[in-house]
């Protein structure tokens, strides 16, 4: 739990130990300052920069399971913009963050490893066996890009898909629900 100091200007943040990388290595304050001031770096092509971190003056590791962010104000909400991804330096310490090839293939710590992306068709991922927060329930995640409704709304009838997490029009969603062809296993979600 991020601690906050009396004048508000200095956010102390405990990271859990034994989280490793998908390649191996650990996760460790220095991974986060230097996704940190990759952000604050204005070479960076980020939207996260002028979103979330207008308040953040600089970022240090006082340890290896501890990060101190700097602040240029109080900011009542910045616990709350902690919720970032955190990229690994040791794969990206001295590259281009705008170019480099981990933008299509990247690596972190989470329940899925990255397996393959097929630009305009899907992203595969596959259970991380080394989770820290235990088995994953799911072997295997695929998010499949589907433009056409209609053969979106054909792959919820026959169960090739579990969810359609863009949404459909309502009259698609109602006859989905009614005409009893849809798969018992495939629920349809709207945002």
Do not use: C
């Amino acid at each position: 739990m991020p601690r906050v100091s009396a004048n508000g200007l200095t956010v102390t943040v405990p990271l859990r130990e034994g989280v490793r990388f998908h390649d191996g290595p650990p996760f460790s304050a220095d991974d986060v300052g230097f996704t940190y001031r990759s952000i604050l770096d204005p070479k960076v092509a980020t939207r996260v920069r002028d979103l979330l971190f207008e308040t953040l003056a600089d970022v240090t590791a006082p340890d290896p399971q501890t990060v101190r962010l700097t602040l240029k104000r109080p900011d009542p909400a910045f616990a709350d913009k902690l919720y970032i991804g955190i990229v690994p330096k040791h794969l990206l310490q001295g590259q281009d963050l705008n170019t480099t090839a981990f933008n299509s293939a990247p690596v972190d710590t989470g329940p899925f490893v990255f397996g393959q992306w097929r630009k305009g068709e899907r992203l595969e991922f596959t259970a991380n066996p080394n989770y820290f927060g235990g088995k994953v329930a799911s072997p295997r995640l695929v998010f499949a890009f589907i433009p056409d409704e209609n053969a979106r709304v054909a792959a919820l009838r026959d169960g090739s898909v579990d969810a359609d997490a863009s949404g459909i029009a309502p009259q698609n969603a109602q006859r989905l629900r009614t005409d009893g062809s849809g798969s018992s296993r495939s629920p349809v979600t709207r945002r």
